[in-house]
């Protein structure tokens, strides 16, 4: 039988509970400890964790297009199973690998855009105040001078991406309108005893700092892209080695040629590498000469996180990222012309030593140009080699064709009815690479006994053949050429409903030396139709180039000597095709 408790009974229950609670407090507080206790170790092991590595690049072959092929290696730490490396630059899509031993299991490997801080001096006002952060200060706006404790100071706004396959929305229409897009912070909060100031930091003329200990140098928060490297186990001293192909590294040619000698010139080659990717320290570089086919070159990897996939897709299809094409690189290099200049007295022709034996990937020749040490931004002058070479004086005329492909005969080409077409004779250098590596498109400068004598460029030319660099034009060679038509057959075809009268046309030609050396002189003609004879003979050659023209095209080469003041003659006759 219950029987009904007293006040008493009910007091002292109450009082049962009460030191239970208070019993169970100890508990609680040692469980909140603990958990908080795992939650700063947590943090502390975070922030125990070492900082992402710096790739290590050891080698680069450059390429004359503004295209590096990197090679770099990371070290796998001791005890860990993880890591993390910065990527020096964004590679080109396709081209980024992975190498590791064999004992090395690699888990994956995921790279992201993280944010990092690193500490500049302080130049501006403004950066002043951010590197003060925290401390009294005087300042003058306008004329009206504060003072207070530095509060804030804002920094930039991160852009906001917009996600094109989100729901909602329109395409294109989040990023016209988005009013947090990215700008730069221009906002300092001044603690005053009268309250808080909110000014630009831009408007400020001029500080005063109470405290001798003013901060000079304050922390940028940068963003860098980063490999997590994870491994199925720790493998210690291991080397993972990373390959890829990134833009902004090239280097540029660049010959001279000293003819002084009569017989053999002294060719001397110069590289200059320019680099705008990142720090090379010690680096292997090797200089491509060849013309590789990198389809995707312009189009950069995902793994550069410079574009969502929107954007990959995109460049996919157009064949570049946003970054722009450089292709125009490619080209040759542009023919540049010198005036008649001396060198200073004592200015020697550059002796650079014998050619190094480069390395044959195929159709690709790779140069080693030795250890660079090269900044970003930097350029540098790198010495190749300096060899003697056979070469000879060669004075070249070359007279084009005046049909075109469709028939139509145009002498004066752009010319006046009665004026004739300007007759150009070059005097040129046929040089022959005896040396062991090719020589590749360049600026050639030609010298002599320390004057310059002209440039021009220098074309590809693999080991053991020849090649022609132009000096300047020969004044002193003076040629004459016309033609003109000897018979005329009208209406001789009908084809495609065109009319074409068959005409024989008749060239003449003559040199002068007027200079007081014999010359080799080569005279070159190309014409349409079909050579009905040549005076003196000259070789001549059928030019595939004219398979689908109404008239085949034919190439005449005379080689001809001429002492001092000789002049000559010579003629040929040819049947043509003319379209009425």
Not at 473 to 485: H, N, S, Y
């Amino acid at each position: 039988m219950l029987l009904p408790r007293t006040k008493h009974e009910s007091m002292n229950l109450k009082g049962d509970h009460a030191v239970k609670r208070i019993a169970t407090l100890p508990i609680l507080l040692l469980v909140l400890i603990l958990i908080a206790g795992s939650l700063w170790a947590d943090r502390a092991v975070a922030r125990a964790w070492p900082p992402a590595q710096a790739l290590e690049v050891k080698q680069v072959a450059l390429f004359k297009n503004g295209l590096g092929f990197f090679v770099a290696e990371a070290t796998c730490p001791t005890g860990r199973a993880e890591f993390r490396a910065t990527l020096p630059a964004a590679p080109s899509h396709g081209t980024f690998w992975i190498s590791y031993p064999a004992g090395v299991d690699l888990a994956s490997a995921v790279v992201s855009e993280v944010e990092s801080e690193e500490v500049r001096d302080a130049v501006t006002i403004a950066e002043l105040l951010k590197a003060n952060e925290g401390r009294q200060v005087k300042l003058t706006i306008g004329e009206e001078e504060v003072s207070g404790t530095i509060d804030r100071f804002a920094e930039n706004r991160n852009t906001v991406r917009p996600n094109p396959y989100a729901p909602g929305g329109r395409t294109g229409e989040t990023a016209n309108v988005d009013p947090w897009r990215a700008g730069p912070g221009s906002l300092v909060v001044i603690r005053t005893d009268s309250g808080i100031l909110c000014i630009n930091p831009h408007s400020v003329t001029r500080l005063m700092f109470p405290e001798a200990n003013m901060e000079r140098r304050y922390a940028q928060t940068v963003r860098k892209v980063e490999v997590d490297v994870r491994l199925g186990a720790p493998a210690p001293k291991q080397t993972l080695t990373l390959t890829f192909l990134a833009k902004g590294v090239t280097w540029a040619p660049s010959y001279v040629v000293d003819i002084t000698d009569e017989k053999r010139a002294k060719l001397a080659a110069k590289a200059v590498i320019m680099n705008d990717t990142c720090d090379l320290k010690g680096v292997g570089v090797d200089l491509v000469t060849g013309f590789p086919h990198l389809q995707f070159s312009d189009v950069v990897s995902p793994l550069g996180m410079k574009e969502g996939l929107a954007q990959f897709l995109q460049a996919l299809n157009r064949g570049q990222s946003e970054r722009g094409s450089m292709s125009h690189l490619t080209a040759n290099v542009m023919s540049q012309r010198a005036s008649f200049s001396r060198r200073p007295q004592g200015a020697s022709m550059p002796d650079y030593g014998a050619a190094e034996a480069g390395t044959v990937a195929e159709d690709l020749f790779l140069y080693p140009a030795g250890q660079v040490t090269l900044e970003r931004g930097e350029v540098a002058y790198v010495p190749l080699f300096t060899e003697t070479v056979p070469y000879e004086h060669i004075y070249q005329w070359d007279i084009p064709d005046y049909v075109d492909a469709q028939g139509r005969y145009d002498y004066n080409r752009g010319q006046g009815e009665e004026q004739e077409p300007e007759q150009e004779v070059w005097h040129s250098l046929r040089l022959t690479n005896t040396t062991k590596v090719p020589w590749t498109t360049a600026p050639g400068e030609t010298v002599k006994g320390g004057a310059i004598l002209g440039q021009d460029t220098l074309e590809y030319t693999p080991s053991g053949a020849d090649t022609t660099l132009r000096i300047t034009r020969a004044v002193g060679v003076k040629a004459d050429q016309v033609e003109r038509e000897t018979k005329r057959k009208r209406d001789a075809m009908q084809l495609y409903g065109y009319h074409y009268d068959l005409v024989t046309v008749r060239g003449d030609l003559s040199v002068l030396n007027a200079q007081g050396k014999a010359i080799t002189m080569e005279i070159t003609k190309m014409l349409s139709g079909e050579v009905e004879s040549v005076e003196p003979d000259a070789k001549q050659e059928k030019m595939a180039q004219g398979l689908r023209r109404m008239n085949g095209l034919t190439k005449l080469t005379w080689t001809i000597e001429l002492s001092p003041a000789e002049e000559k003659l010579l003629s040929y006759v040819y049947d043509v095709y003319v379209r009425r």
